[in-house]
C-alpha cells in the first residue's frame, strides 16, 4: 500500500497537474508505471540541452482527486497528479518563479518525453519555498 508523500514529508504537494502518458507510438512508455513512479520534469519550450531536466516527481491521484495507494497496479494514462519538487532550493530558485496555473511540461525519461502535462493548481509551492528548506 502506498504512504502519501505529504504523510512522509510532514508539508503539502508544490502543484497539480492533468496529465497524459504517451503511447508507444508516439514515443512514449510500453507500459504505464505504477505510484511511486520517479520521472523527472521539463518545461514546455525548454532546451533540455541547455537547461536540463528537474526532479519534480508526481504522485498520481483518483477520479475524485485522492491519493492513489495501490501501489502495484498501473496509474491510469492520463489523469490529476499531485507534483512535488525534490530540492528546495530548486523550488526557492527556479521552480517559485516559472510554474503558474496553465503552464504546459513533460514527464521525462532522461532525454525523452514520455508524457504531458499542464498545472491546474497551485497548492504549496510558494508557501514551501519559503518553509521547506535544505
Known sequence: MWVPYEQKRGYPHDFRVSYRFFPAVEGG???LPVQGYRCDFSYAGDDISQSGIYAIHPEFEDANGAVLLEAESCVPAQGTARMWVLFPAMRREVH???ITTGMQGFFMEGPRRVGAVQV???NGLLENAQKVID
Request: charged fraction near 55%; charge should be positive; proline fraction near 0%.
Open 29 to 31: 512508455r510500453k507500459t
Open 96 to 98: 517559485a518563479r516559472r
Open 120 to 122: 491546474i493548481e497551485m
